[in-house]
């Protein structure tokens, strides 16, 4: 036994089963639309080329000139879901969900070829191609419409073939390179109404061609993967009993981690929205994902349902692709190869270091300084504590010609002057053994006494200057010494000095 409810917990109570629509019954319901076309209730569409996730675009595009070719295959139970409703004369509130239903899409089974090639560097031309079997009960009853009148509706029922609308899409990176970091893009597609005609009036198709596009913004960053995609949908009005279907806005998310390098697990969203009330207009899809990467080959195996049991939103999803992407492709747009990429999302640094591995190398020299501070990149800065923020080495700090190593004092220059010069240290050479202390000054003179003979040339030696010593360039510039005299003359009038031979 079912409640009754409003029309829009009638919605509600409807979307239980699949995608949700309040038909009208024969016992005098009122102001339902009979259908005036058909509209597609195949809402899922795998995203082309590398990089994507299900149906959520990456920003990525491959190399120039890079293929890829892939099938994914899904089953979705129950995309719409029309159930018999009795209301309100003369309006569409106050309704009560009979027992009947009609499942128009029982199920759909859908193999999607797709197809990618990066025409330039940055622009990539993508092709989905469905085909698919689908099975639904049909409708054949009159329904009451808005002014009372019982009009026939006739939908066909049982098993079906056709080949659904291919989409053509283009996709342009904005901003970024490679898989890694923040990335922009924007894409556009259309569709061409094959289905019409090979499915009519079975829900499996739009009437008449559509077209649409979105922006991409993509991170990636330590193995985490976030995508968000946000867009429009062009398509013409489609009314079925209380539900009408046209142009829409979409919205689609990917979360994913990379427990290995080939091994991502993802969560993805998909939802669509007219702004209505209408639950059937607000779909909402959850999946989650787990895709394996051999070779050139991608494996990906998901599962989700209807969140938001809207038109197209079905009970339960299942989704098996795989693809063939070239490893020979360039991921990160670096130049190496991703069979020869030792890091195939992360873009090579080109410095002439290592560059043939494919990974960057931000601290060449390992030395705590990244490159781009690092005056000398490629080698290591010798942590002493004498200017290591430039990043590079200080063998000789004090530059003495002794390496620190062996330097007793490395940040004060060796003075160059026959002692000790190998310690590194500043030094004053001793005084000879033996010599006389030396004297500024002259003794003085006892009055009227007569100055020795040798006076007169102690005074003048006294008076001259002894020759400066002369160091290396690299020690330290000594002071001159005074000169010491050769004799001086003493209070009792004699005189101290060498013997003359």
């Not at 509600?12 to 024969?26: K, N, V």
């Not at 920003?59 to 979705?76: E, K, N, R």
Request: net charge negative; hydrophobic share 35%; glycine share 12%.
């Amino acid at each position: 036994m079912r409640r009754s409810a409003p029309s829009l917990l009638c919605l509600a109570s409807a979307a239980l089963a699949g995608a949700l629509l309040c038909a009208t019954s024969p016992a005098g319901a009122q102001g339902a639309s009979v259908p005036t076309g058909v509209f597609s209730a195949n809402r899922f569409v795998p995203a082309p080329g590398a990089g994507n996730y299900l149906s959520v675009d990456g920003a990525q595009v491959q190399g120039h000139l890079m293929p890829s070719v892939g099938l994914t295959i899904d089953y979705a139970r129950e995309p719409l879901v029309v159930f018999a409703a009795t209301c309100a004369e003369g309006t569409t509130t106050g309704c009560s969900i009979e027992g009947t239903e009609a499942k128009l899409v029982r199920y759909i089974a859908t193999a999607n070829l797709t197809a990618a090639l990066a025409i330039v560097d940055r622009v990539q031309v993508g092709l989905v191609l469905p085909l698919a079997i689908a099975d639904g009960d049909g409708l054949d009853r009159r329904v009451a419409v808005g002014d009372g009148r019982g009009v026939p509706v006739s939908i066909p029922r049982g098993r079906t073939f056709a080949v659904l609308d291919p989409r053509l899409s283009v996709k342009v990176r904005l901003l970024g390179r490679g898989t890694g970091g923040f990335q922009l893009a924007a894409a556009a597609f259309v569709t061409a109404p094959l289905a019409e005609a090979s499915a009519n009036d079975r829900y499996l198709g739009d009437h008449g061609a559509t077209g649409g596009g979105h922006l991409i913004a993509q991170l990636v960053e330590h193995g985490v993967h976030v995508a968000a995609n946000l867009g429009g949908m062009y398509r013409k009005k489609r009314e079925l009993f209380s539900t009408t279907q046209g142009s829409n806005m979409y919205y689609r998310g990917a979360l994913g981690y990379e427990i290995t390098p080939l091994l991502l697990a993802f969560a993805e969203i998909d939802g669509a929205t007219r702004f209505a009330k209408s639950v059937a207009e607000n779909p909402l899809e959850g999946r989650l994902a787990l895709r394996l990467r051999q070779g050139d080959f991608v494996f990906t195996a998901a599962g989700g349902a209807g969140l938001v049991k809207g038109v197209g939103s079905p009970r339960y999803r299942i989704i098996g692709s795989f693809a063939w992407i070239p490893a020979r492709a360039d991921s990160d747009g670096d130049g190496v190869e991703d069979r020869f990429d030792g890091c195939p999302n992360e873009p090579e640094d080109k410095d002439g270091f290592e560059d043939a591995d494919g990974c960057p190398d931000l601290d060449n020299d390992n030395d705590g300084i990244p490159d781009r501070l690092d005056k000398c990149p490629n080698q290591p800065e010798d942590l002493d504590g004498f200017q290591d923020s430039d990043g590079c080495p200080d063998p000789d700090n004090d530059n003495d010609g002794i390496r620190d190593g062996f330097d007793s004092c490395p940040n004060e220059p060796e003075t160059v002057n026959g002692y000790q010069d190998d310690d590194g240290c500043p030094d004053e050479a001793p005084a000879p053994a033996g010599a006389a202390a030396p004297q500024s000054e002259a003794a003085p003179q006892s009055e009227g006494a007569p100055a020795p003979a040798s006076a007169p040339a102690s005074a003048a030696a006294a008076k001259t200057k002894a020759p400066e010593p002369v160091a290396p360039a690299k020690a330290k510039a000594r002071k001159p010494r005074p000169a010491r005299a050769r004799g001086t003359s003493t209070p009792g009038g004699g005189s101290t000095g060498a013997r003359r031979p």
